[in-house]
């Protein structure tokens, strides 16, 4: 339209591709460019996005949903070690029949063993009809003898259902596993990705409802000040006062049910402290703010004011905040579940894990240790560096003060 | 001066009484009547009732809190639920332990901790530093479960350097036979942390005005890190050292528990385990009071050391 109003006045005015993109970018677009040439940062994203993806597959069931399974023999030792090692493997508890591929645990047993055969015969590659055959089971009847004898219809059935059962029933426990396996044989990897989904959950919900609750009081504090500021201040000094892994323990005493959520709630609760007092500076500094002056111009309401306005101004540091207590999250669920204050015992956590580690690692079982430390080794570090990155992209007057 | 004190005394009053609501609401209220819990320690129902009529549990709240307050005042909560020891008895007989392994370690951490960060700050931005500053982020994210595991394992265990637990009734075997590992370990885990912090802080100092100036009158490098920069670090370094002071008192759980040392870390996981609620009660109240005193003694040390602060 305004191409033709130019036109009709005779002169060209610039179409809209023509015009120089003058809106400057955003806080976040800004912060977005630092990050992307920032390697390090990028690299820890990468690992950390990773990982919730493989949080997200593990809890919707698509990958390690069968990691309770005893899929290997009992502290089956990790691939690259080899099965040198399965020496000391309680070799008897194995089932009968259960030798492997490999056929490296063979068991044979005493005891008249009616399908043993049968299972040889279908492990040589007959089919099971010619592996029952092969049995002890009596050879099958002619047809003569089947109008004489009144069982011929039920041992042909048992015939059948043994061969089907043979056919079916192939024990099979590898002798080693990628990573290893634990006490019972199951699968430390799918253990340790299961493990990942319980340790990473409760990091981002309990970190969550940390954030959430830390940003409210202090938005409520600092926003209203006055005998608000001083009640959301007691608050803060008592929670504050009490050393921080006490006040866990100290909740998860009273708190007799176990379980995910429990585990939540009980850092969630307690951890608020830190958002509260960063948050409370930040809504004391802003609410006189000329921006703010002109939203109470304009009739917005206070909640409008705090939440449309303001948050919007300090969210960057919410969700360095957020970042930050994901990590210490991770850190106290594991020493919970490790003490058996945290999730339950038919939950994996890294915690439970290394719990399950330490008396392994006597026997000189030591990859189950292993295998949960570098995982969490791994998030651990990309998070924290992660957090580190987003702290200067998003502030980057603080930059070359990490640790701080 | 005596006025400020005597006004952040004053102050800290309604910080005491929030903490005994709190512990009181955790322990009266979310955790309810402790006849559940007795009922599975105790077979005597005569001594049930006892502990529930001494407790107060069918008065109203504020008789309870009335209880609370008494055995706060009067040091005296009673018997454990488990084991019938006094409560008082218990705290005062644990906390030797605790020092013995966390105040030599507190002293030796600070000092290397504080050391190692000069060094590093010193050739900041090389690649010394960046490689010191990997390790330690690495090495923060490692669990501290797994230290004392493995050092457990390797230098108790496998190599037999130390006891793998235990603890004497001597004070010199205790510290130097029985807390040598935990002590070991315990540097270990706090130094990454420590080093990362003491590191910003003395960089903080090197760019000032002050350290350009010593170096122009051609003050020697060992003396300008060592008495200009130390010494204006030192502030934040107090104040940090301070606020770790209440940990003390706690023990470090872990390395309590792992090593059987009888500290006040071990027993409130040992309570916790229990559901022993008045070991737990006293310990949470008289460590958050700890807490809040040396807040105010934080306060004030940092008026010592930097006369700049001004107390209001």
Known sequence: MATDLAALRGTRAPTAREIPHTVSPGLWTLAWRRLRSDTVGMVSLVIVAAFILMMILSGAGLIASDWNREVGVNYAPPTFLGEEATATAPASITLPGAGNAAGATQYKSNIVDPIGDVIEALKAGKTPGEAASTGTLPPPETAEEKSVDPLAEVMADIRKSEASKAAAKPVERKATLPFGGDKWGRDVLKKTIKGSETSIFVGLAAATLATFLGTVFGAIAGYFGKWVDDAFNWFYSVFSSIPYLLLILAVAAVLQQKGIFTVILILGLTGWTGVFRLMRAEYLKHKSREYVQAADAIGASNARRMFLHIFPNVSHVVLVQLSILVVGFIKAEVILSFLGFGVPVDVVSWGSMLNEAQNELILGKWWQLVAATTAMAILVTAFSLFTDALRDALDPKLKGRAGA | ?312
């Open chain 2, 1 to 312: 001066m005596s006025a400020y004190i005597i006004r952040r005394l004053w102050q800290m009053l309604p910080t005491m009484l929030g903490v005994v609501l709190l512990v009181f609401f955790i322990f009266n209220w979310v955790g309810g009547d402790p006849a559940y819990v007795l009922a599975g320690k105790i077979s005597n129902q005569e001594q049930i009732d006892n502990i529930r009529r001494q407790l107060g549990v069918d008065q109203p709240y504020w008789v309870q809190l009335g209880i609370f307050l008494k055995q706060i005042v009067t040091a005296d909560f009673g018997a454990s639920w488990s084991t019938n020891e006094r409560v008082s008895h218990i705290l005062l007989t644990r906390l030797g332990p605790s020092l013995t392994v966390l105040v030599p370690l507190t002293i030796l951490a600070t000092l290397i901790s504080i050391g190692l960060a000069l060094a590093v700050a010193y050739v900041r931005g090389s690649f010394t530093d960046r490689m010191v500053m990997i390790v330690c982020t690495v090495g923060l994210s490692i669990s501290i479960l797994v230290y004392i595991i493995v050092f457990q394992y390797v230098f108790a265990y496998k190599l037999g350097w130390f006891p793998v637990q235990g603890w004497g009734d001597s004070f010199i075997q205790n510290l130097f036979v029985y807390a040598s590992l935990p002590i070991l370990i315990g540097l270990v885990v706090s130094i990454a942390p420590n080093l990362r912090l003491y590191r910003t802080f003395f960089l903080d100092e090197i760019n000032q005005d002050y350290v350009r100036t010593a170096r122009a009158k051609g003050v020697s490098e060992n003396r300008i890190m060592w008495i200009h920069v130390l010494r204006n670090a030192s502030i934040p370094i107090i104040t940090f050292l301070m606020a770790e002071l209440p940990g003390l008192l706690l023990g470090s759980f872990l390395i309590e528990r792992f090593f059987s040392i009888p500290g006040i870390g071990r027993e409130v996981i040992l309570a916790v385990e229990r559901s022993d609620f008045p070991v737990i009660k006293a310990i949470t109240v008289y460590v958050a009071f700890a807490t809040i005193a040396t807040n105010l003694l934080a306060d004030l040390t940092y008026k010592a050391v930097d006369p700049r602060v001004q107390l209001k």
